[in-house]
């Protein structure tokens, strides 16, 4: 089913040949196209790409994928030795699937637990990222982030949807999340304050990316976006907060799309 719903994530080892720190990072596609991609790596020529200069350029790093950043500065993002466990593996159904890496050892330097679990819900016609983190210290300056291609529209609704477009198809971005002070808004794939900026490297002209925004993030938090079809009728449902420890997936057989009721004229 080339329009299906698929989600794929990164765990594991940090520090390998031709790695960026990118553990947890995640790939949406739905409805036959990409609504949350990688950019992959930036130029081999630039100096010192596969060494010193490698954790400093945009692609690179945490803030260029799918990932959150914690009081960005010139600090990798990510710890360059970490090695993230996938907690149970993949736990699949014909109605859905989930998995949930520990992201603890890559955020050690400002958490003292990251968790991060993926699912296909909703008959598999949906993915929703759910983040939950206990902070170290108190207002702790953080940033989620989704990159979207250069095809896409986005449009803000509110401070929990945001409605992307790409060749005609519209998916529904939905954000729930227990940050204080949180805003969500769009940025260019560009590096954050305090970040290097590195001569030569991508300037990714077009990209932009969503972005939830705490700048006074402690205790624990939870993060959870969720990526659906802007027409199926699950999509006009407020995101549940459903613990990782408590996700399941429905028994039985796979179900139909439900569409979303429409007004027709005879």
Known sequence: DFEGAWLSYHAGKANVNHSHLDTGSFIVDMLGER??????????????????????LYRLRPEGHNLYVINPSDYPGQDVNSFCKVENGVVSKPRGAYSIADLTPAYNRDVTSARRGYML?????????????TFRGNSNDFYWFSHIGAGTTAEILDQKTVLLTQNGKQVKVMVDTDLPDYELTLMDAKPLPGSPKIDGQNTNNGIQKITIHSPKASGSAYVQVKFIPADDINAEKPLEN????????????????????????L
């Open 121 to 133: 819900g909703d008959d598999r016609r949906s993915a929703l990222i759910r983040d939950e983190i």
């Open 242 to 265: 459903i613990k990782l420890d408590d996700w399941t997936i429905p028994d039985g057989e796979f179900k139909p799309k439900p569409i979303a009721p429409t007004l027709s004229a």
């Open 35 to 56: 609504w949350a991609l990688d950019l992959g790596g930036d130029d081999y020529n630039i100096p010192g790409y596969f060494g010193d200069t490698k954790h400093k």
